[in-house]
């Protein structure tokens, strides 16, 4: 019994192995990239560096440019996660303690604006925000997400309030909490891994969306990823430094998914995500 399971064991393993590897390739590539001079990557295929360099993440960080697209990318993210999750929680704990006329229906509504096109609302955002003069700014793009992040984050967190009793808000209403101390000292622990995932997928849909923040920005509030597309130059693209803020890009995700790995493992236990 143990012999068979042994080599099944290392094929699995094996097996393992090779699919993390093809997903570790193209991250590796991009920092072996990063490091090269853009003539040996024009010239030369390697798997390490002849020469390491770190002109290109150097430009970056001097280069007012590229730091302030950067700066301005964490900008409206952080924004967009702090208002979508404020709106969400309320609206959330309302769908999951009361029942009201059109409940279902408006659900469902929310949860339809969530499953459009960030292309169907670019053109109604430009016109808007222009007249009144919110384009290029960070709260342009923030705002605009919340959209999307909103109905996803309420469909997340109504189903963890789902699953905690309804006793306890009256027992906390009988020990003469008000509504408000409740929430924030009692009910918000609770569901604290809720609003971990919740927060993770708003800021993740910011981080990478495109359209919209390079729809409804312009100089003052571009974002890195619209400064990505736009270093082609008299001398061609400029690989190395597309793959040094490739580098940068990845690593904000890479440190939100480690601080609320635990949160999103509890999402999916509870199938909510």
Known sequence: MSSTSQPSS?????????????????IYWLVNMSLKTNFEINTTVSLWPNEITFEHYIKIFTDSSWYSGYINSLTYVALNTIISITLALPAAYAFSRYSFVGEKHLFFWLLSN????PAVFALPFFNLYSAIGLFDTPWAVALAHCLFNVPLAVWILEGFMSGVPREIDETAAIDGYSFPRFFIKIFMPLIASGIGVAAFFCFMFSWVELLLARTL???????????????VSAAGMDWGLLAAAGVLTIIPGALVIWFVRNYIAKGFALGRV
């Not at 290392?10 to 193209?26: C, K």
């Not at 969530?114 to 096109?117: E, F, G, N, Q, V």
């Not at 920005?217 to 890195?224: L, Q, R, V």
């Open 10 to 26: 290392r094929a699995g393993a094996f097996v393992m192995a090779l699919y993390l590897a093809f997903l570790i390739l193209p």
């Open 114 to 117: 969530r499953m459009a096109p």
């Open 217 to 231: 920005t312009a100089t003052n509030a571009k974002p890195i990823a619209v400064t990505m597309t736009r270093t």
